[in-house]
């Protein structure tokens, strides 16, 4: 059920006299509203793209890495469709990857490398906004993370020197400024953005346009996300659409109704029991959506990608502390095969799942093992669309090569750089350099990252290190990495590697 809530409500940090007053119409939920299908004229075709929060790789039954998942709906998504086993993430953690896939552009080369330089600048396009300049129709519900909030220090240092985000919160910042960086005013035309309980929404599940507001809505945070996806297809069923569904999960707090942890069975940790029921949540929601689709006629028109914004975070150890920890912890989804967990530059930091679906146009049950990133969702949705593509996008259109229509990439390189770790991917080699660590792998090796090979292979090591040396200083904040890893990343990489 939801509540319309004044701002503050919003805040966190102490509430102004001024703000306790300003009220916002909000946007009344509705429950199941479905709408009968409509004569579609636009032939370009919708683009609808599933993240998850921290869920690792293994974590779809269709990787058939563990034995314990089942998700289904996903599953269908890769027989119907191409499921990738070299897919990347720009960054191990929320906002760089999200600004990543959103922009379809490195982040660095705007700035946006950790959550604290949170938020997008208004200077950089998203793909939303793109696609909304040709024709398109665009929407977002669920998680953004692309705005102003307490971890925004550096932005705080250089608009509001006088204010610490935490101890003061966003309340320090005026509405109208900080609106500037919702979804709304980033290109996309219908939103429902939130994480838990609160979201700011312009629409609801019955109305195709309301005034924007903030409302309370205390229904399971996945499963509202759901419902909003599919208020907006209903509405939009006869345009061409862009929808990006970013799901809160299974990113801590943990959470599940009965009806999902019902299913789950006991015999095994309580963090990955409410994981997965998270991710079948999650999955119920995949498949929600595509019968959506084929209710209205639109699975041959509607291209659908599943991605994951980063590896899971471990804990290192993978406790299994009480769910109500939620602080540096495990989130109960599992990386496995790879080394590594969120935060890392390791595969389990950003190796993550990947599918696309397309019928009528993308081979069914194809799994491709090429490396492929996040970037190239913004490139492949921009093709599809007839957009005229821009040459500041760093990703691929994916389309061409998965119908055999152009050749295979083999010697793709791609480039990361996050805290104080640096690394490219090229071809089957990737070089790492943590700190004043270095190390050298063969992807295609039995065993990925667990034997640094850097000694019998210096010269690639050196080539590897100077390319990525000249990518990383042709960035926004051109730099390679501190000598010294932080105390957090000292502690992943002695656990992790043994040099």
């Known amino acids: 059920m939801e509540k319309k809530l004044p701002y503050y409500r919003h805040l966190q940090g102490p509430m102004s006299f001024l703000t306790f007053f300003l009220i916002i119409v909000g946007c009344d939920g509705g429950g199941d509203n479905f709408l009968p299908s409509v004569e579609r004229n636009d032939p370009r075709p919708n683009v609808i793209v599933v993240m998850t929060d921290d869920q690792g790789f293994a974590d779809i039954s269709a990787q058939e890495v563990v034995d314990d998942i089942q998700t289904p709906n996903i599953d269908k998504m890769a027989q119907n469709g191409v499921r990738m086993t070299a897919a990347y993430t ?38 939303a906004k793109r696609l909304q300049d040709c024709g398109y129709a665009t929407g977002f519900v669920g998680k953004w993370h692309l705005d102003i909030d307490n971890n925004s220090v550096n932005w705080f240092q250089e608009n509001y020197p006088s204010s610490d985000p935490y101890t003061f919160g966003i309340d320090s910042v005026p509405f109208e400024v900080r609106k500037q960086y919702f979804p709304d005013s980033r290109g996309f035309d219908d939103v429902y953005y939130g994480k838990k309980d609160l979201y700011w929404c312009n629409f609801n599940f019955k109305e195709r346009k309301v005034e924007g507001g903030y409302v309370t809505n205390n229904g399971y945070r996945l499963d ?7 208020a907006f297809i209903d509405r939009h069923q006869a345009d061409p659409f862009f929808l990006v569904v970013s799901y809160y999960g299974p990113h801590v707090p943990l959470e599940a109704p009965s009806k999902y942890l019902e299913n789950i069975p006991t015999n095994m940790p309580e963090r990955r029991r409410y994981a997965l029921a998270m991710i079948a949540a999650i999955d119920s929601g995949v498949g929600a ?8 006629e639109l699975q041959t028109s509607t291209m659908v990608f599943f991605v994951s914004d980063n590896g899971a975070p471990l804990g290192i150890h993978m406790e299994d502390v009480p769910i109500t920890n939620n602080s540096g912890v495990w989130d109960g989804s599992l990386n496995d095969p790879w080394v590594g967990e969120k935060g890392m530059l390791s595969e389990g930091g950003v190796r993550v799942p990947f599918l696309v679906q397309w019928e009528g146009k993308l081979p069914h049950g194809i799994i491709f093992n090429e490396p492929v990133s996040t970037l190239d969702i913004g490139a492949t949705a921009l093709s ?3 957009s005229p593509m821009v040459g500041d996008l760093d990703g691929i259109d994916l389309v061409p090569i998965l119908t055999g229509e152009v050749p295979v990439p083999t010697d793709r390189v791609l480039y990361w750089r996050f805290w104080d770790q640096v690394a490219m991917r090229k071809g089957n080699w990737k070089y790492l350099l943590a700190g004043n660590r270095e190390f050298l792998f063969r992807l295609d090796d039995p065993n990925p990252e667990f034997m640094n090979i850097i000694d019998d292979y210096p010269t690639m090591a050196s080539e590897m290190k100077a390319e990525l ?9 051109p730099r390679m990495t501190r000598p010294f890893l932080t105390g957090q990343e000292l502690e992943w990489y002695n656990a992790y590697f043994s040099q």
């Not at 509202?224 to 599919?230: D, K």
Request: aromatic share 6%; glycine share 4%.
């Open 469 to 477: 040396t000249q990518w990383a200083q042709s960035m926004k904040r």
């Open 90 to 127: 720009t960054a191990p953690q929320c906002a760089p990857s999200r600004a990543g896939l959103v922009t379809g552009r490195y982040q660095q080369r705007f700035g946006l490398e950790s959550n604290r330089y949170t938020p997008l600048p208004l200077s950089t396009d998203t793909i």
């Open 224 to 230: 509202v996300i759901t419902e909003a996806a599919l």
């Open 384 to 386: 599809v669309a007839e």
């Open 289 to 296: 959506i595509m019968d959506r689709l084929d209710e209205h």
